[in-house]
């Protein structure tokens, strides 16, 4: 059974910086696509990246040259930095996980695995 456990969320002022942590427990696959995503108040959830096992990642044109997804595989854990951050950051995050390595866009329901969410609200 995946387990994926968000941390990192709290409360930020405009232009302040967090990172988001997701732990995975588990995970007995070779390949795997990891993704981060937001759901904001009233919003459709949306893609912000991704980072597989070929060490490909990817990130999402609004907060491109914000924010960064790395990994740390002794750890198990998948992190998003986000820096100069914005009112419109205000959102729910959540990682997710796929066996397989990533493929383009990475759409929510591409991912069979979820964490249960760490909020971020930016003001």
């Known amino acids: 059974h995946v387990q994926l456990v968000e941390s990192g969320g709290g409360s930020v002022q405009v232009g302040g910086s967090l990172r988001l942590s997701c732990e995975a427990s588990?995970?007995?696959?070779?390949?795997?696509?990891m993704g981060w995503f937001r759901q904001g108040p009233g919003k459709e959830r949306e893609w912000v990246g991704h980072?597989?096992?070929?060490?490909?990642?990817s990130i999402a044109d609004p907060v491109k040259g914000r924010f960064t997804i790395t990994q740390d595989n002794a750890k198990n854990t998948l992190y998003l930095q986000m820096n100069s951050l914005k009112p419109e950051d205000t959102a729910m995050y959540y990682c997710a996980a796929i066996p397989v390595v990533c493929v383009g866009t990475m759409t929510s329901g591409d991912f069979h695995d979820w964490g249960q969410g760490t909020q971020v609200t930016v003001s």
């Open positions: 588990g995970y007995k696959y070779n390949d795997y696509c």
């Open positions: 980072f597989d096992s070929d060490g490909a990642s």
